[in-house]
C-alpha cells in the first residue's frame, strides 16, 4: 500500500518557521517528483512547489520563493519543506503529492498525503 504522510504542522507567529515532513511507504520517493501544495477553505489547491525526479531541481511558486526551502533525504524515504518567516497568508493545509513529473494539473499526480495545517496568527 502507498502512503505518503505529512507532520510538521501547526500555529506560529507571523515571521516564525515550521518544518514539515512527507514521509512515504510503498513508493521510493527518489523514482518520483515530488510537490508540495496548500489549500484554504473555499480557494483551488495551489501549488508551492516541486522538485523533479531523480534528484532534480526544485522549483518555486513566487509567493514563496526565498521563504521556503525543500530538502530529501533518500535514506530516510522522506521529503521536507522548511518554512521561514511565515506570514498570515501562508495559513493552509499543506499536501505533498509524488507523480513522474512536475505536471501542471493537479490529477496527473499519482499519490496524495492527507495534509497537515499550518497556522500563522499573532
Known amino acids: 500500500q502507498v502512503q505518503l504522510v505529512e507532520s510538521g504542522g501547526g500555529l506560529v507567529q507571523p515571521g516564525g518557521s515550521l518544518r514539515l515532513s512527507c514521509a512515504a511507504t510503498g513508493i521510493r520517493l527518489h523514482d518520483y517528483a515530488i510537490g508540495w501544495f496548500r489549500q484554504v477553505p473555499g480557494k483551488e489547491r495551489l501549488g508551492v512547489s516541486c522538485s523533479r525526479r531523480y534528484e532534480g531541481s526544485t522549483y518555486y511558486a513566487d509567493s514563496v520563493k526565498g521563504r521556503f526551502t525543500v530538502s530529501r533525504s533518500y535514506a530516510e524515504n522522506s521529503y521536507y519543506l522548511q518554512m521561514d518567516n511565515l506570514k498570515p497568508e501562508d495559513t493552509a493545509v499543506y499536501y505533498c503529492?509524488?507523480?513522474?513529473?512536475?505536471?501542471?494539473?493537479?490529477?496527473?499526480?499519482?499519490?496524495w498525503g492527507q495534509g497537515t495545517q499550518v497556522t500563522v496568527s499573532s
Open positions: 503529492a509524488a507523480g513522474s513529473s512536475c505536471a501542471a494539473l493537479l490529477d496527473e499526480y499519482d499519490y
